[in-house]
């Protein structure tokens, strides 16, 4: 007995139709994915309704995982059972969740087709007659199986074939996709590089905070991996005496997943921190604020953008404490598909879609008033700075408020307080009065955070 095929509108659409009934994205923001997955079907690529809702931040993937359960009508559940070749779950886009009845009930972000099924229940280590299908994402299958991959795919295998074996630019590509695949597994936020004499390369990891050296690798390996890391983001690989910036995405790493890499030359070697931008680990309002519902209807007033009345949302907290986190949970929220937002950001953290993100270093020759008249002729609604720092970017969101924009920005403030006066001392003499009445004009929410260790 083979599976019978479930039609695309219960895998895909419907999670599409479910979002919008629930009021978690709108109508128009479905149409526009809609028209997206077409566009690349044309091109004769593999697209999932799914996965371009939360590459395009129209949802989060707790909104999607809501979705599928709901559609479902049982309880989730994330627990991988090997049931199945990990390499034939990779091949069909699927992983197992349980075996109920007779029936190998499956997560899958595609329709499968009668072949797949038929091989699926012959792969099956239990004896099992149907499939039944629950729908969800490919970014949520990749980050299923990247915890139970076969060994021999592990980072540690392939250090161990690269220490025995001829070093070849395809185990290299191996090593580099099973340790960013490693860090996604681990929940890592950043990797750290160290290329320096033996015993002194390491591969670290920061996971909740604290950072861990957690492969020690041999130096000749280490230099050949930082070449192929240079190669793919971009760089000069033969220039280990300046620092240098890129960006890095494998598909192998997980969907939807960048990673951007700066480069440090440092006494005795050189340096590289690769910083992991997951856009479906990115909560929401809800997710953020939780058990505080009337936190979560504050922010979406504000991010109810109904023409240019202006206004300044200001997000403070020490290095490290979520505050690029919290202003992304807050721009997700904007109709973006409706209003022009502009984000200037050093460096531009999260891809933004359907926002215009301009990149702070190309404007550094630039002075306070030029940068206000480049961004102000673009016609935006919303501008997100990403960090004040400086006192010509504070004077251009002063600006940018008064003329009526709303101006989202974090600082550096240890209290609420002490972000009002952090934003007073960028200004001297007449200055300081001009921004005082601006602030009490135009400021509507400060917000001041903090990470706590969880246990």
């Not at 609604?381 to 504070?394: A, F, P, S, Y």
Request: aromatic share 4%; proline share 5%; glycine share 6%.
């Amino acid at each position: 007995m083979t599976a019978k095929p479930v039609p695309e509108k219960n895998l895909q659409r419907q999670i599409g139709d479910y979002l919008v009934h629930a009021g978690m994205m709108t109508q128009q923001q479905l149409e526009v994915s809609l028209r997206q997955q077409k566009s690349i079907r044309e091109t004769g690529r593999q697209a999932l309704l799914a996965e371009i809702i939360v590459r395009n931040q129209f949802a989060t993937q707790s909104q999607i995982a809501l979705a599928a359960r709901h559609l479902d009508g049982e309880a989730d559940t994330t627990l991988f059972r090997q049931l199945l070749p990990p390499a034939l779950c990779q091949l069909h886009g699927v992983f197992p969740i349980e075996i109920e009845g007779g029936v190998l009930h499956l997560k899958a972000a595609r329709v499968l087709p009668p072949n797949a099924s038929a091989s699926l229940i012959a792969a099956c280590a239990v004896r099992v007659s149907d499939l039944r299908i629950t729908p969800t994402d490919i970014g949520e299958i990749n980050r299923a199986l990247a915890g139970v991959w076969r060994q021999e795919q592990s980072f540690d295998a392939v250090m161990t074939r690269l220490r025995s074996e001829e070093i070849s630019g395809s185990l290299l590509k191996q090593a580099l996709a099973a340790m960013l695949a490693e860090a996604i597994a681990l929940r890592a936020s950043d990797i750290h590089l160290d290329k320096l004499r033996d015993p002194g390369a390491w591969i670290s990891y920061r996971i909740d905070g604290a950072l861990k050296p957690t492969h020690l690798v041999p130096e000749r390996i280490m230099a050949a991996l930082f070449a192929r890391i240079k190669n793919e983001s971009g760089m000069d690989a033969s220039d280990s005496r300046r620092a240098q910036d890129g960006r890095l995405a494998l598909a192998d790493a997980g969907a939807g997943v960048a990673f951007r890499v700066a480069t440090q030359p440092i006494a005795g070697g050189e340096t590289i921190a690769i910083r992991v931008l997951d856009p479906a680990a990115m909560i929401g309002l809800d997710a953020l604020f939780p058990f505080q519902p009337a936190m979560s209807r504050l922010f979406r007033r504000v991010a109810d953008v109904r023409g240019k009345a202006g206004g300044m949302v200001l997000i403070s907290g020490p290095t490290g404490s979520g505050k690029t986190t919290t202003l992304y949970a807050l721009a997700q929220n904007f109709s973006r598909d409706r209003i022009n937002v502009i984000t200037v950001e050093e460096p531009v953290e999260y891809v933004l879609p359907f926002a215009r993100q301009i990149q702070l270093n190309q404007l550094l020759n630039e002075k306070s008033l030029d940068l206000e008249r480049s961004v102000l002729r673009q016609d935006p609604d919303v501008l997100i700075l990403g960090e004040i720092r400086d006192t010509d970017t504070m004077r251009a969101a002063l600006k940018f408020a008064e003329s009526g924009h709303l101006v989202l920005a974090t600082v550096h403030a240890r209290t609420a307080a002490q972000t009002v006066e952090r934003v007073l001392s960028f200004c001297d003499g007449p200055a300081r009065q001009e921004a005082l009445f601006i602030l009490a004009n135009q400021l509507s929410v400060v917000v001041n955070q903090g990470l706590l260790p969880k246990l």
